[in-house]
């Protein structure tokens, strides 16, 4: 199996979407950790009631950490640039960070989801609220393992799924990697709404003020955005389905998903 590798012509330059990429993830990157170390710090030192959901917060602080590292040193090897732009050595870089970020992300993902619903089981410790919580984590937990499984595993040999030099290797069609990839976005995206509603019965029934349960209410929807930010990236996708200029398209990476 040939690769299309060119060497980097001179003088390239940075791209408008690398450095934009860049600026993102440094913008996402640096308050959520500020926001998450000082929630942390107030639960321990403070409250003194360190919880599992604290325990998975920070988990999910350093995975998600790592992730914008991992973000922001793919820029340097050919994220957002043309693949004839793009050297062999930074090449082999770039696939090995890509295919490093495709198994880790559901992980990730479901770290920060189940932080979120065991907060809001403790929040709301109803019946219902723990039924459905439950059920969730159950759900997350069997979709993050098949998911993973099936990204890990994606050629055979593994490693041809970074390594393009292999010969004699077979990979999933590119139909079917953007098929895999976009049932992953859909269902991510239908558990990020049922978590983000499931407080808000509990929340509205309430003995305060209808005013202060707007409010609530109203901050609560700021969980949208991490709704809206999975809806973007299935315009990001289009990467799985091209294997002629996929360094340029692959120009949102999954990570940033979790910084929203």
Same mark, same amino acid.
């Not at 050919?78 to 090449?91: F, R």
């Not at 593994?158 to 292999?166: G, I, S």
């Given at each position: ?53 604290? *325990? ?13 590292? #991992?973000? +922001? ?31 880790? +992300? ?44 099936? #990204? ?19 990979? +999933? ?30 929340? *509205? ?56």
């Amino acid at each position: 199996m040939e690769s299309p590798l060119r060497p980097r012509s001179d003088g390239s330059g940075t791209s408008h979407m690398t450095i934009a990429v860049r600026v993102v993830v440094l913008a996402l990157a640096i308050p959520t950790t500020l926001v998450c170390v000082l929630r942390l710090y107030l639960r321990k030192f403070v409250t003194k009631q360190f919880g599992l959901d604290d *325990w998975l917060v920070l988990i999910a602080l350093i995975g998600v950490d790592l992730f914008s590292a #991992l973000a +922001y040193t793919i820029t340097y090897y050919g994220l957002g640039e043309p693949l004839q732009n793009v050297s062999a050595d930074q090449l082999v870089v770039f696939l090995t960070l890509e295919y490093a970020s495709q198994c880790a +992300y559901l992980v990730i993902a479901a770290t920060v989801k189940a932080s979120l619903l065991l907060f809001i089981m403790r929040l709301f410790p109803t019946r219902f609220v723990h039924l459905v919580g439950r059920c969730l984590l159950g759900v997350i937990a069997a979709f993050t393992l098949s998911g993973t499984l099936a #990204l890990v595993f994606q050629c055979r040999p593994v490693q041809a799924a970074y390594d393009k030099t292999l010969i004699h290797a077979t990979c +999933y069609a590119p139909e079917t990697s953007y098929a895999i990839l976009m049932m992953q976005g859909v269902i991510m995206f239908v558990l990020d709404v049922i978590i983000l509603v499931l407080p808000m019965r509990p929340i *509205w029934q309430l003995q305060m003020p209808m005013k202060k349960r707007l409010l609530v209410l109203g901050l609560l929807c700021i969980g949208f955005t991490a709704c809206v930010a999975a809806l973007v990236r299935f315009s990001t996708l289009k990467f799985a389905n091209d294997t002629t200029n996929f360094t340029c398209k692959c120009h949102a990476p999954p990570f940033l998903d979790e910084d929203s």
